[in-house]
């Protein structure tokens, strides 16, 4: 079955046709690196790179580019603050952002430009588009000019009077109409800068990723991906920028995913319901995270909450312990099973309805649902009379196998060094003390699934293996 992708342009779903037989160019926009990220953040992070490693599953190669906006009005704002230079920051954050992902079970991306070293390609690019007559200068700024793009809007399904009407000159700026953008902003005093025809100035943020995708995939890519909020404007400014450089399509496949709810209410700082990703790794298996992430479809919006959390964490679990099962009941199984044939086709049945899940707009919640019929069926074999170690190497490899597709691991079960069990002791006895009960709950109940029993005594809590 052929992959199909919901395609924001069309809004439909189109079959998958690659423009290279074997290969998949694949962009997707990163952060501005002025912060660490929230969760909203991690979700296309995880998302994409399910995507990803489907399309690797299938036999694809994948060039996978994940850029970093490291210059900003942001990142200046911050610098300023710490006394620190512009690099200093990007770096620390880019840092962090790499951490918390490569947590989160994020594959590491073939390249991860950064603005700051694509300038001389951008600053190219900015030159193709005045020559071409798409950008004007205005006083050491370089603005676009949308009206001269006769598909502006096509992304957004917007017209050109509908953005028109609600589109602003800022104080200060030169353009000629309220819908032109910034390619080039010129340098205000004591701002990094670099040298270009205009000035010393630096780049508008639209025109980095049409840049950069150019540069490493080429002018036409096969999937261009990002969040909801990117549609536009910043999706919109790189299709007029880069197919009126290019006179070519710029990406086939534009792949949206949705926004996160917390406790049913949008995230903002506003509203006090602001979650950073590694507030939330400090305190969660991060597979649990991911799991949780991929238990929504990419393109429908996803309700964050600590119940939910713990519903996705007892789904996992559930998963995991049958897995587990299966090979401990290995000593006590025979390679001799009448019904094997059976059992087998059954664990292919599944293996193909997985597929065909995911060939549908990569559908990582109905896959995850085949997953747990899988495991409930791999249950229900473990109640017979006579098992096959054939069986359940092939239940086996199908569950490891399959999670792996959502970039989630087996990993054997490994016993806790006493200093281990000592340390998470303490931290439940901190938990108390703070009266953060359900930590507290959450270390014993940890504990207890390494077998390991916590007796509270006035003399402190004793603990044994049981």
Not at 21 to 37: H, L, Q, W
Not at 337 to 354: M, V
Request: hydrophobic share 35%.
């Amino acid at each position: 079955m052929t992959i199909s992708i919901y395609n924001t342009v069309s809004r439909e779903k189109e079959p998958f046709k690659p423009i290279e037989d074997g290969k998949v160019s694949m962009y997707v926009c990163g952060p501005t690196v002025y912060n660490y990220i929230h969760i909203g953040n991690a979700r296309p992070a995880i998302v994409f790179d399910t995507v990803r490693r489907y399309f690797e599953y299938k036999g694809y190669t994948v060039d996978y580019v994940l850029n970093f906006t490291d210059v900003d009005d942001k990142i200046i704002k911050a610098a300023n603050e710490s006394g620190e230079d512009v690099f200093k920051v990007a770096n620390r954050f880019i840092d962090a952002y790499l951490e918390d992902v490569e947590a989160l079970g994020v594959k590491k991306a073939t390249y991860n430009p950064r603005v700051t070293e694509t300038m001389e390609d951008i600053i190219a690019f900015i030159d193709g588009l005045v020559q071409k007559g798409y950008a004007y200068e205005a006083d050491g700024d370089v603005y676009f000019k949308p009206r001269a793009f006769e598909e502006y809007g096509k992304l957004s399904h917007q017209s050109i009077d509908e953005l028109r009407s609600g589109a602003r000159i800022q104080v200060g700026e030169k353009k000629e109409d309220p819908l032109d953008f910034a390619l080039w902003k010129g340098a205000k005093e004591g701002e990094i800068a670099w040298d270009s025809p205009w000035g010393k100035g630096r780049p508008g943020w639209h025109i980095e990723c049409s840049a950069m995708a150019k540069k490493y995939l080429g002018e036409t890519i096969d999937v261009h991906a990002g969040g909801q909020d990117l549609t536009f404007p910043h999706h919109e400014n790189e299709i007029a920028q880069s197919e009126a450089l290019n006179e070519k399509t710029f990406a086939n496949y534009w792949m949206h995913n949705g926004y996160i709810n917390i406790d049913n209410e949008k995230m903002s700082k506003s509203l006090g319901n602001f979650v950073l990703t590694r507030e939330l790794l400090a305190k969660h298996n991060p597979e649990v995270i991911r799991f949780f992430m991929l238990s929504v479809h990419y393109r429908h919006p996803i309700n964050f909450s600590e119940e939910l959390l713990a519903s996705a964490q007892n789904s996992l679990e559930r998963m995991k312990t049958a897995y587990f099962n299966l090979e401990h009941r290995k000593a006590a199984s025979t390679d001799i099973d009448k019904q094997a044939d059976s059992w087998l086709e059954k664990i292919e049945s599944f293996k193909k309805r997985f597929d065909a899940e995911m060939d549908d707009d990569f559908n990582t919640a109905n896959a995850i649902s085949v997953l747990f019929d899988l495991t409930k069926e791999a249950n229900v074999y473990l109640q017979s009379n006579q098992t096959s170690t054939h069986v359940i190497d092939a239940f086996q490899e199908a569950i490891k196998t399959l999670l792996q597709v959502l970039g989630i691991s087996i990993e054997e079960e490994k016993d806790l060094l006493d200093e281990d069990i000592e340390a998470l002791i303490q931290e439940r006895n901190e938990a108390r003390k703070e009266r953060n009960f359900a930590r507290a709950d959450e270390i014993r109940d940890m504990l207890k699934e390494q077998n390991i029993i916590l007796e509270d005594t006035p003399q402190g809590v004793r603990w044994k293996r049981g």
